[in-house]
């Protein structure tokens, strides 16, 4: 039986329900696969993390990390409950303009942010401008004085801890692509140049250690680090940061064996490490604003399939196949990551098997989950895969030439597409024949 699943989650039919909407029905009703998220789950979630703040009268920020799960949809939900966002390339930004996203309230982060980003960035009013590097504190430079502008900055830097996650998903190691070094004098240097420019306005300092990360310790580590940094900075330059940034990356329980904080008790942490570092220095309290893009989109995401073929070989653990796989989410096959899935008509049935919950790519390493405790199961069977909405969708491609799945928001049990599922038509819409 499957802990994740609460009794209210499931209804008189027996079946699995997703913002109040029988899991079943949005299969037979939108196709599979199909990514569904409960709403008010994610809403619930960014009231947490501002009730934190608010309960500690600390001035803040919660900017959701929408490269988790980017679409029109969300960038409402987020503005309806008072959240910022930050954007990491044109596209996320064209999608936050479109969905009406407060321009006031996006920063724009990235390593490499092309002139053409930035302009757009400019012309549209962005917030902040996460600055990354040097050759971006030029670009940027030249993008204001050719647009006769002004705007908000804050320097990214590496605090040069390893936090205790996959290698992968590690930010904020010295040997990191992202920010400014510190012990180098680079974090110094671009703070002068930065300072120097009437353009930019120098709001603050950011750094972000990773994501999926459980330990307390890497985040109260960042949050010190950042205020020893400002109070370097005040001493050495005469400068205040407005705004500390300790970023995201606060893990979630994927399957049994996870167990992290909450995600709020990481960001209540952090909140007293700063407040506590702050009475060391002269500073003056400043806002503290969080990054999280998992912990708002991923406990609330559902990916559904439809089981198709299956495989048994004595001996070995059975293949039971479904109609997705790696083009919707790579995370099993990039990371080894591991999810929980269960039968979407019957959760509570009991278990008879483990298998290997397999997709439909041609790949020997599209195995969604290696070793699934799973009811009796047929074709036709609806499975739903649990706390897929970060990184999921928003990682989603064509291989195989298979079209995206739609995804649905569900709430309050009525079920809407914001995300519409491709066509093949879709897929060849941008191919050219070949004048050969
Ligand atoms: C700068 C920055 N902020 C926030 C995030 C969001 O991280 P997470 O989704 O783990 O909360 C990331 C991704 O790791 C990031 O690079
Ligand atoms: N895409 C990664 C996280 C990277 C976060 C972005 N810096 C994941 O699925 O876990």
């Excluded at 705004?243 to 995201?248: A, Q």
Aim: some cysteine.
């Amino acid at each position: 039986m499957n802990e994740q699943i609460s009794d209210q989650q499931i209804n008189a039919a027996g079946h699995l329900t997703i913002g109040g909407c029988d899991a079943v029905d949005l299969a037979h009703r939108f196709g599979t696969p199909l990514v569904v998220y409960d709403v008010q789950q994610i809403r619930n979630q960014i009231r947490a993390f501002k009730q934190v703040f608010e309960e500690n009268s600390v001035d803040y920020a919660v900017s959701y990390a929408s490269k988790a799960f980017s679409a029109i949809a969300m960038y409402q939900v987020v503005a309806a409950e008072g959240a910022h966002v930050d954007v990491v390339s044109g596209g996320e930004l064209y999608t936050a303009i479109k969905a009406g996203f407060p321009m006031a309230n996006v920063s724009f982060h990235g390593n490499n942010k092309s002139r053409e980003e930035l302009e757009m960035a400019i012309d549209h009013h962005v917030g902040t401008i996460m600055i990354d590097n040097f050759h971006e504190i030029e670009l940027l430079a030249d993008v204001l004085e050719e647009h006769d502008a002004h705007v908000d900055v804050m320097l990214r830097i590496t605090p040069g801890i390893s936090a205790h996650t996959n290698k992968y998903i590690q930010t904020g190691q010295v040997d990191s692509k992202f920010g400014f070094d510190l012990q180098s004098g680079q974090a110094d240097e671009a703070l002068t140049k930065v300072l120097e420019n009437p353009r930019m306005q120098m709001k603050g300092l950011h750094a972000h250690i990773g994501s999926q990360i459980f330990e307390l310790a890497g985040f109260e580590g960042v949050a010190k680090k950042l205020v020893e940094v400002a109070a370097h900075w005040q001493e050495k330059f005469n400068y205040q940061a407005a705004v500390i940034n300790v970023g995201g990356g606060f893990g979630i329980r994927y399957v049994k064996d996870d167990t992290p904080l909450a995600p709020e008790e990481f960001v209540a942490a952090i909140i007293k490490a700063i407040k506590t570092e702050i009475k060391e220095t002269n500073l003056a309290m400043p806002a503290i604003w969080i990054e999280p893009g998992r912990s708002i989109a991923g406990p609330a995401g559902y990916n559904l399939y439809t089981v198709g073929s299956r495989k048994d070989v004595p001996g070995l653990k059975p293949y039971v196949t479904v109609d997705g796989g790696m083009g919707d989410n790579i995370r099993p096959a990039l990371y080894e990551a591991q999810y929980e899935t269960v039968l979407a008509n019957n959760p509570r049935a009991e278990l008879v098997e483990h298998v290997r919950v397999a997709g439909k790519y041609c790949e020997s390493g599209d195995i969604l989950s290696q070793n699934q405790a799973l009811p009796a199961t047929k074709p036709g069977d609806v499975l739903a895969m649990l706390d897929t909405g970060a990184y999921g969708y928003s990682m989603a491609s064509n291989y195989n030439r298979n079209p995206r799945p739609a995804v649905v928001f569900a709430e309050k049990g009525t079920a809407q597409v914001v995300i519409k599922r491709e066509t093949y038509d879709d897929l060849i819409h941008l191919d050219e024949p070949y004048q050969q």
